[in-house]
């Protein structure tokens, strides 16, 4: 996947007043350093306009290539329509968005993805903070639990899914055995809420180690002198989780329902071609599926390109949520 | 604090021990699965210990799904990307942090406007793009009249450079390196300065240096982000020898009208997930401070 990213180090962390600022405005405006006459430049500098010409024009290029006239030619195509063949073009302004939201299918689809994005984001955020909070506790063995749960990170989303898309099979599955052993009737390829649980299984499954990092990172920044007193006080360890360590990191809460529905929206792709297709009857197809299948599988360019603007616009919302979430420091800082 | 919490403590023990199963049985069924044979597959209920079929599916898998060359290719693609996205925001990074020059801001908002849209929401225009590289010098010649623009064309599916390149246009790491850049001590480059050197001497003996711990963290994550890779390769590759071996993976999915194989999908599975597993588990102190480093 193309990485999305955020601004610089971790968000949410206590004490860390430098770090991630809303980028559209302190981030850029303000350095390193202070007094500083241009933003983002180091006060000690060279005067030159040839040597930095030179060292941005690789990246710049690649990107006018991949990035701006793909996206410009997104925005445009959004306008017109085009024949499956590519032999004629016209402008028809709105009408692949009036289409577009008129179409039922469309609207089926917007409604899977909420669903899917919702529960995945619960039940990741859920299971990893439960883990951040059981390795933060303790003290021995933390080393190699962390390495074990980084795991999922490394394997693609697509073997993620096949994996499960295996242990859940009805015909061959383990999993799937023990569920029909218990009297389930367990079919993803014909019920759509087994094959919607199945997705969003897989998806949180790679996803719950990333969540997961940051929590942690985030809880050990909680001052200790807090939680000290806190235990004075007479606090237990989940007292103190609950009443202290969590509101403190709200930051790091935020930024991270954000990531996760960036990753819902737009990363899932592979774990839904992989495993059930958009299948059965479209009980999966999220709309980023739906923009793949529309734009490479039916040719409806028009409508594909009508999506893709949409989906900018999510996207464009959410990379703002990211910064104002982040921005909005939700904690009480000391 | 000195706090003795027995339960608490079993409790916590017994989540992480679920959690690290929940994560372990996929995997370890999918080297067991792997190593059954057909048969042994389809019983049911299906063995939960590993069979002895694991080499002879490897060298099936190997040989008739092509699946040495879909490594080849994954480790060419992961690898180009790392080396190109590092390389080509490694300088640009430098030049918009320690030059002052006409339009600096604007090639900064320029390079920073593309951290905001992936490349899913964007893939038709993106593969029409990719599938001839001209095209912008084609409207351009269309426009202006001239023959010669009209009719280039240069396509790059079916090639490296066409699974590559168009994943560098990204700006994650130009945007880390110029976090880190920025936290730098100016004296340093006045030091340098001083003693006369040249900017690209500043560069090459004083930065990139400082950078290392940086760039070894970022290009592990830019590695398991091109070895994982799966829609581009997917909309890109129309020939099975040029496609990765995730995207081979789908193409050894047992489908409903034909002999379940799952046992030469696990074994290519295992296969694929191998390099990048290694990777996390020797590298992992890297790993975990570019992850939280670059929020990604």
């Known amino acids: ?45 060279f005067k030159e306009w040839r040597l930095p010409f030179w060292l941005l024009a690789p990246q710049l290029f690649i990107l006018l290539l991949f990035f701006f006239i793909p996206s410009i030619r997104a925005l445009i195509q959004a306008f017109q329509l085009t024949d499956p063949f590519g032999a004629t073009t016209q402008w028809v302004g709105f009408q692949n968005f009036e289409r577009l939201f008129r179409s039922g299918v469309y609207w089926s689809s917007a409604q899977v993805t909420l669903i899917f994005t919702l529960a995945q984001n ?36 697509a073997i993620a899914g096949i994996m499960l898309a295996f242990l859940f099979n009805p015909r061959v599955g383990p999993v799937a055995q023990m569920l029909q052993g218990l009297g389930l009737d367990w079919d993803p390829n014909r019920n759509s809420w087994h094959a919607l649980a199945l997705v969003v299984m897989a998806a949180s499954w790679k996803h719950i180690c990333y969540n997961y990092i940051f929590l942690v990172a985030a809880l050990m920044s909680v001052p200790q002198s807090i939680l000290e007193s806190a235990y004075l006080d007479g606090a237990g360890p989940v007292q103190r989780f609950l009443r202290i360590s969590l509101p403190m990191i709200t930051p790091t809460l935020f930024f991270l329902i954000v990531i996760n529905f960036v990753y819902g929206l737009f990363e899932t792709f592979a774990i839904i071609d992989a495993t059930t297709r958009g299948g059965p009857a479209g009980a999966t197809s999220i709309l980023v599926y739906k923009v793949y299948q529309d734009g490479f599988v039916t040719l409806d360019l028009g409508s594909s390109a009508a ?28 | 604090m000195n706090e003795r919490t027995p339960v608490i403590d079993a409790v916590c023990h017994l989540i992480l021990l679920v959690g690290a199963a929940l994560v372990c049985l996929p ?56 080396i190109g996205k590092l390389a080509v925001s490694v300088i640009a990074a430098f030049a918009v942090t320690y030059f002052r020059f006409p339009f600096r801001m604007t090639a900064f908002w320029l390079i920073f406007m593309s951290l905001m849209l992936p490349i899913e929401v964007r893939i038709v225009p993106t593969y029409e793009s990719a599938a001839n590289v001209a095209l912008p010098l084609n409207i351009l010649g269309s426009w202006l009249g001239i023959q010669a623009l009209v009719g280039l064309d240069w396509n790059l599916v079916n090639t490296y450079s066409g699974l590559i390149l168009p994943l560098i246009a990204s700006a994650t790491a130009t945007f880390l390196f110029r976090q880190f850049f920025l936290t730098i001590p100016d004296e340093l480059c006045e030091a340098a300065r001083i003693d006369g050197a040249t900017p690209w001497q500043f560069f090459r003996l004083i930065l990139l240096p400082l950078s290392r711990s940086n760039i070894v963290a970022l290009a592990i994550i830019l590695f398991l982000m091109g070895w994982n890779q799966y829609l581009w390769p997917l909309l890109l590759t129309t020939e099975p020898a040029m496609a990765n071996a995730v995207i081979g993976l789908k193409k050894l999915m047992p489908q409903s009208d034909s002999l379940p194989t799952w046992h030469l999908l696990m074994n290519a599975a295992f296969l694929t997930m191998l390099p990048p597993t290694l990777v996390i588990l020797v590298l992992q102190r890297w790993f975990v401070k570019g992850l939280v480093d670059s929020g990604k």
């Open chain 2, 27 to 82: 995997i370890y069924f999918v080297f067991v699965t792997g190593s059954l044979s057909q048969a042994e597959i389809m019983q049911v209920p299906m063995s939960w210990l590993p069979g002895d079929q694991f080499l002879a599916n490897m060298q099936t898998v190997l040989s008739s799904a092509n699946f040495g060359r879909l490594l080849l290719n994954s480790f060419i693609i992961a690898s180009g990307i790392t």
């Open chain 1, 1 to 45: 996947m193309p990485a999305r990213n955020n601004t610089a180090t971790l968000p949410g962390t206590a004490g860390g007043g430098s770090r991630l600022r809303w980028p559209f405005r302190r981030l850029l405006l303000k350095g390193a350093g202070d007094g500083q006459a241009e933003s983002g430049l180091k006060r000690a500098h």
């Open chain 1, 122 to 157: 619960v039940l990741t955020l859920s299971v990893a903070l439960l883990l951040a909070f059981a390795s933060n506790h303790i003290l021995r063995g933390r080393g190699a639990y962390r390495t074990v749960l980084l795991l999922p990170y490394a394997i693609a989303p």
């Open chain 1, 307 to 334: 999506q893709s603007v949409v989906l900018m616009a999510l996207a464009l919302f959410l990379t703002f949520a990211q910064f104002r979430f982040v921005e909005r420091r939700v904690n009480y800082s000391v």
